[in-house]
C-alpha cells in the first residue's frame, strides 16, 4: 500500500514548512500540505492568548488548554478524514507532548498508511531562523529543538541543519510507497 499521509515534526523554525513545500514539488501526486500554525491561525483571536487555547510565554514556552485540544481533536480527525477519502497529506506538526502528541495523531489515523519523518535541525540555528522570520517568540526553537523529538517513534529522520529542504525533501520522497 502506497504511503496517504507524510508527519513532519520538528521544533519551530526547523525547515517543516520548507520541506512541506518542496515534497508537493517533488512528489509525483497531488498532495495537500496542513501546518500546526493552520490550525491556530484558523482560532478566533480570544484562544490564541488564553489558558483554554493556546499561549505563548515571552521565553518561547507554549502552553495549550482544554478549548485548544478539543478544537485540535477535531482538526485532526477531520485531515484523518481527508486521507481516507483519497487526498494524500502532508502534516507539519511540532509534538509539543512527545509521544503523547504522536499518539493522537496514530489513534485518528488508524489503519492508514503513514510516513513518519522527524525533522532536526541544531538549536542555535533554528533560533538563528526564527530571529530571521521574524513572526515567532524569541526561544521556541531553541526549546523545542530536542523536546518535540523526545520518545517520539520515526520511519525516518532528516536534518536541516545543513541539508536544504529540497534534499530532504527528496529523500523523504524516496520513501513513500516502500513498505
Not at 53 to 72: K, M, N, Q
Amino acid at each position: 500500500m502506497t504511503t496517504q499521509v507524510i508527519v513532519l515534526n520538528g521544533g519551530s523554525s526547523s525547515g517543516k514548512s520548507g520541506i512541506a513545500r518542496c515534497l508537493q514539488a517533488v512528489l509525483p501526486d497531488p498532495w495537500l500540505a496542513f501546518g500546526c500554525d493552520t490550525l491556530v491561525d484558523a482560532m478566533p483571536a480570544s484562544l490564541r492568548t488564553a489558558s483554554e487555547g493556546i499561549a505563548f510565554a515571552p521565553d518561547g514556552a507554549v502552553s495549550v488548554g482544554p478549548d485548544f485540544r478539543t478544537l485540535e481533536a477535531a482538526w485532526i480527525e477531520g485531515i484523518a478524514s481527508m486521507a481516507r477519502a483519497g487526498a494524500r497529506v502532508i502534516v507539519d506538526e511540532v509534538f509539543l507532548g512527545g509521544p503523547a502528541s504522536q499518539e493522537r495523531w496514530r489513534k485518528s489515523l488508524g489503519e492508514l498508511r503513514v510516513l513518519w519523518v522527524g525533522v532536526r535541525c541544531d538549536g542555535a540555528v533554528a533560533a538563528g531562523r526564527e530571529t530571521a522570520r521574524g513572526d515567532r517568540v524569541a526561544g521556541m526553537a531553541a526549546s523545542q529543538a530536542e523536546l518535540v523529538h523526545r520518545g517520539v517513534l520515526y520511519d525516518m529522520e532528516v536534518d536541516t541543519t545543513r541539508t536544504e529542504s529540497l534534499e530532504c525533501a527528496r529523500a523523504i520522497a524516496a520513501r513513500v510507497g516502500r513498505p
